[in-house]
């Protein structure tokens, strides 16, 4: 007697078929797929093997974008939401240099940015994670999107964990020990935007996906979509070399190449990661010409997706006046 085929042994058939037949999925295809896999309907074999395929593969605009409206699909607990004016993702986590782009965040909530930033830790080791280092920095960690909404109306900064929208893409991210290797859902992830911030941040390692998260924000509908590739992965600016700044709007996707800020071009890794000195230089009490550069250099980037500058050298000028001004006492952690 012949059996049913499970329902979603179909998505594996497309991507298993052999070198000719192989292809990659449309945007809708994607989305059930995921919806699938979120509500529980694919058994855990279907879920190892569909996320190695497209790993081989290689993932496409289509699939990020359709990848992520499913997992929107499956979020709970949104009844109103918060006007949230930048969605900032952070799953990469730091090794080399301290995460300086908190600092470019807190800017811009005390300059009246409201900023949503979601991200997971720990699946990696060797790495500072942003949830561990906010907390240690006093910030407070949401339990639940009313948390988020509850922390955005008082200091215009929210932090969620993955877990928190999605225990179930949280399980699928701490699977990379098992496979050896990252997988889909560590990129699109990035692109969930709970909110519905109308301008997203992403920060990439590898050259490769600048077009696929640029082309899925551009698929998804996303008013604006900056993308560039960060220190270490995570949304932060490494001053000691040009960065090539994507950013996806209007339908279209424009690079711009922005300039090093330190002649330098060579930033030794920081081999004590302490986060003293994170504070200490915010406080003014110790300095660190990468640090600063790092921070404002970040600032301004989203400062110019932000729409409040014009220019790269506008939207620098702006950071420097804003890191010059910043309250130098707000860290909670001081308080």
């Given at each position: 007697m012949e059996q049913k085929l499970h329902p979603f042994a179909k998505f594996i058939a497309i991507l298993a078929r052999g070198k000719t037949k192989t292809r990659s999925f449309t945007q809708e295809e994607s989305r059930e797929a995921m919806e699938m896999i979120l509500s529980g309907q694919a058994l855990p074999e279907q879920i190892g093997a569909f996320l190695m395929l497209l790993r081989l593969k290689e993932e496409t605009p289509e699939e990020i974008a359709g990848f992520t409206e499913g997992a929107r699909a499956t979020f709970e607990g949104l009844q109103s939401l918060p006007q949230v004016d930048l969605?900032?993702?952070?799953?990469?986590?730091?090794?080399?240099?301290?995460?300086?782009?908190?600092?470019?965040?807190?800017?811009?909530?005390?300059?009246?940015?409201?900023v949503l930033m979601h991200g997971t830790g720990g699946h990696t080791p060797g790495r500072m994670y942003t949830r561990e280092t906010l907390q240690k920095l006093g910030f407070p960690v949401a339990r639940s999107f009313e948390d988020a909404a509850r922390d955005l109306e008082a200091a215009n900064f929210a932090y969620i964990p993955l877990e928190v929208m999605s225990p179930k893409l949280r399980e699928l991210i701490e699977m990379r020990p098992l496979f050896g290797l990252r997988s889909p859902v560590h990129s699109f992830a990035r692109m969930l935007n709970p909110f519905n911030a109308p301008v997203m941040m992403q920060g990439i390692f590898h050259r490769g996906f600048m077009d696929i998260h640029a082309g899925a924000g551009l698929l998804l509908g996303q008013p604006v979509t900056t993308v560039f590739r960060g220190e270490?992965?995570?949304?932060?600016?490494?001053?000691?070399?040009?960065?090539?700044?994507?950013?996806?709007?209007?339908?279209?996707?424009?690079?711009?190449?922005?300039?090093?800020?330190?002649?330098?071009?060579?930033?030794?890794?920081?081999?004590?990661?302490?986060?003293?000195?994170?504070?200490?230089?915010?406080?003014?009490?110790?300095?660190?010409?990468?640090?600063?550069?790092?921070?404002?250099?970040?600032?301004a980037v989203a400062l110019k997706a932000l729409g409040r500058a014009d220019t790269p050298e506008a939207a620098q000028e702006m950071a420097q006046a804003m890191w010059d001004n910043r309250d130098k006492d707000s860290l909670p952690v001081a308080r």
């Open positions: 969605d900032w993702s952070s799953y990469a986590g730091k090794r080399r240099q301290l995460p300086w782009f908190i600092l470019s965040v807190l800017l811009l909530s005390q300059n009246g940015v409201r270490g992965g995570e949304i932060e600016r490494r001053p000691n070399k040009p960065t090539v700044v994507w950013t996806a709007a209007n339908g279209e996707i424009a690079p711009e190449t922005w300039p090093a800020l330190l002649e330098d071009g060579h930033a030794a890794a920081d081999e004590n990661m302490d986060l003293n000195h994170l504070i200490a230089v915010w406080q003014g009490t110790e300095e660190g010409a990468y640090a600063v550069a790092s921070v404002t250099g970040t600032l």
